[in-house]
């Protein structure tokens, strides 16, 4: 996030000694995009973080696409079969050479650490509860929760309550669109949120636990690394690089006369993708006002739809957990009677998360495992 942030003790000076009662230098690490030039945090450990005492295992985790379809999906999650293991428990649903969406669950806490080395993450909390630590804090977790993990950051999920999440990882930067900023990265005041609902990291003490075990994630692989120094043995760091949290129900909606488009609820973008938040809010008011989207065709995007909560306007036969994909090349929108249905409706209860890409998605073979087979004729009107 664009705004500075400080935690425990750093130099009054960057790069310059910084010793313990003892006298010991503390080492820093310079986290930073863009080669030099993005956005960065210095942070300071006890241990320097490169001490790497055994290469372990690589796994290949190949993304499995199905060639030769193209249609309409509405996915089912709740009948994905997850495995036990944490970090491996992410169940790819879609993918392109800008993200990779899929659904996870987390059951247990892990002892082992990980790092994406190749993507940024959201996770979207729907349901569970936990605490995110990582060597820049604390973040407690709850449902509704964006959680945004910038590539590069060391973590692991302490499991309150059992954790069902969408994850995006995405291989640029997430970020705020740039129509809700000034100049200066602040937050606008016509933007659906404000920098008061960002959760940033509580610090906590230093962790000087030797022989740690971090699962570095790539794009199609874990590699297994046994690190001499826990990576979470910081006494401080500063700037403008770290994972923070952003709760759905802070989210403002925009609302207006006429149906409004979808980018008034955009929350997030990147390369390639925007994510958008639908949450309750007041239908248009103009007398003759249709509150159901028309049927559109967005030929330079393909919309993915998590169905979080409530009773989505426009679709029939979905529910909590369903995900719709409308790939490009295709027109669609509400299937019959929805339209009708929502004339003279006033607001919605609806919450929903969307992702429209601006290249094709490939579908994994696990998506089509839980596919709902007569979505793609949900627009026929069987009443003729
Ligand atoms: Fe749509």
Request: glycine letters at 6%; one cysteine or more.
């Amino acid at each position: 996030m664009p705004f500075y942030q400080k935690r425990g003790v750093v130099p009054n000076k960057r790069h310059t000694q910084m010793r313990d009662k003892s006298g010991i230098l503390y080492s820093e690490e310079l986290i930073s995009r863009n080669g030099f030039s993005g956005m960065y945090s210095n942070l300071y450990h006890l241990n320097p973080p490169s001490a790497i005492q055994e290469i372990g295992e690589y796994n290949i985790n190949k993304l499995s696409k199905v060639l030769g379809t193209h249609k309409p999906l509405h996915l089912e999650t709740n009948k994905i079969n997850f495995y036990e293991d944490f970090f491996n428990n992410r169940v790819p649903l879609f993918f392109n050479d800008d993200l990779v969406i899929s659904k996870c669950q987390i059951k247990n806490s892990s002892k082992k650490l990980f790092r994406n080395g190749v993507a940024d993450e959201l996770f979207f909390i729907h349901h569970g509860k936990g605490s995110f630590k990582s060597n820049f804090g604390q973040i407690d977790i709850i449902p509704g929760d964006y959680l945004i993990i910038p590539k590069g950051t060391t973590y692991n999920i302490e499991v309150i309550e059992k954790i069902e999440a969408l994850i995006i990882e995405t291989f640029s930067p997430i970020e705020t669109p740039e129509r809700y900023r000034n100049k200066f990265g602040q937050l606008l005041e016509h933007s659906p949120f404000s920098e008061r609902d960002i959760k940033t990291p509580t610090f906590l003490d230093p962790v000087s636990t030797k022989s740690i075990e971090i699962d570095v994630k790539l794009k199609e692989s874990i590699q297994t690394y046994l690190y001499e120094n826990h990576p979470f043995d910081l006494v401080g760091w500063d700037g403008y690089f770290y994972p923070y949290v952003f709760n759905i129900n802070d989210f403002m909606p925009i609302t207006g006369k006429i149906h409004q488009p979808p980018p008034v609820h955009q929350n997030f973008k990147g390369t390639g993708f925007v994510i958008c938040s639908f949450v309750p809010r007041i239908y248009d008011y103009h007398p003759n006002s249709i509150p159901a989207p028309y049927s559109h065709s967005n030929v330079d995007s393909d919309e993915v739809i998590y169905y979080v909560k409530g009773d989505f306007m426009s679709r029939k036969g979905v529910k909590e957990g369903s995900i719709t994909h409308h790939p490009m090349g295709i027109p669609h929108g509400p299937q019959p009677g929805k339209t009708e249905e929502s004339i003279g409706k006033t607001k919605t209860d609806e919450f929903a998360v969307m992702i429209d890409t601006f290249k094709s998605l490939h579908v994994t073979r696990e998506a089509y495992k839980i596919e709902d087979n007569s979505y793609p004729f949900s627009w026929l009107n069987n009443d003729n």
